[in-house]
């Protein structure tokens, strides 16, 4: 069975510091994960995938095996990234079912 | 490009009635569409897996007798929701995968059901 743990609930930066959004995975093969996000009154939305390893909106994350985390990082904080980051997890190479974490509701303080 | 929309974006209706949502894939074709549940402040629920001229795939404690699945094309897909009651009342989204695209998923806006 896959189990994607989101530690935080809620998490508050001021604008300028840096952030990082916590995600650990649990999967015995070879997953795929992703961070999807969303804003206030919009539809959830990809933001990242690891295979791409590519920066979306300022925002990385590294797929470590060895401690099975994927956390989101960017190293200066706009009000425009409060919003609610879900990570998740996809069997590589399965049937792209993913499994959500409970969410990280992140808040920039102005 | 990649849009999904889901009708209606609101219901309201009484127990024991059953209702319909439907998921469309605008621009692209969808041989794999999905199916989740979200309650409030909480996290998306996966209840089935939707396929394209085949029956659905439910998660363990789904009643697909209850939550009835139709994906006749490659753009439509449908959730009835059958006999409903007010435990049924939830956020209800859809998404969809690009048919011999990459894995990720474009989502719905999402239905709001009440079961009165």
């Known amino acids: 069975a896959q189990r994607v743990t989101q530690p935080e609930k809620l998490l508050s930066v001021f604008k300028g510091a840096p952030v990082e959004l916590k995600c650990n995975y649990s999967?015995?093969?070879?997953?795929?994960l992703f961070w999807y996000v969303q804003y206030s009154r919009q539809r959830l939305q990809l933001l990242l995938r690891?295979?791409s390893r590519e920066s979306i909106k300022g925002f990385t994350a590294d797929l470590n095996k060895g401690e099975t985390s994927f956390h989101l990082k960017k190293p200066f904080a706009q009000e425009e990234d409060s919003a609610m980051y879900y990570c998740?997890?996809?069997?590589?190479?399965?049937?792209?079912?993913?499994?959500f974490g409970t969410g990280t509701r992140l808040t920039i303080i102005p | 490009g990649a849009v999904v929309s889901q009708h209606p974006s609101r219901v309201i209706c009484k127990s024991g009635t059953s209702v319909k949502i439907e998921c469309r894939s605008l621009?692209?074709?969808?041989?794999?569409m999905f199916w989740y549940r979200q309650f409030p402040k909480q996290s998306l629920m996966l209840m089935a897996t939707?396929?394209?001229?085949?029956?659905?795939?439910?998660e363990q404690g789904v009643e697909k007798d209850k939550f009835l699945i139709n994906h006749a094309s490659l753009t439509l897909s449908t959730l009835t929701v059958t006999s409903a009651h007010p435990e049924d009342s939830s956020f209800y989204i859809c998404?969809?995968?690009?048919?011999?695209?990459?894995?990720?998923?474009?989502f719905g806006p999402g239905t709001r059901l009440t079961v009165t």
């Open positions: 998740a997890l996809s069997p590589l190479g399965g049937n792209e079912k993913l499994t």
């Open positions: 690891h295979i």
């Open positions: 621009d692209f074709q969808a041989t794999t």
């Open positions: 999967y015995s093969g070879s997953p795929e």
């Open positions: 939707s396929n394209e001229g085949s029956k659905a795939t439910y």
């Open positions: 998404s969809a995968r690009v048919t011999g695209g990459p894995p990720e998923q474009y």
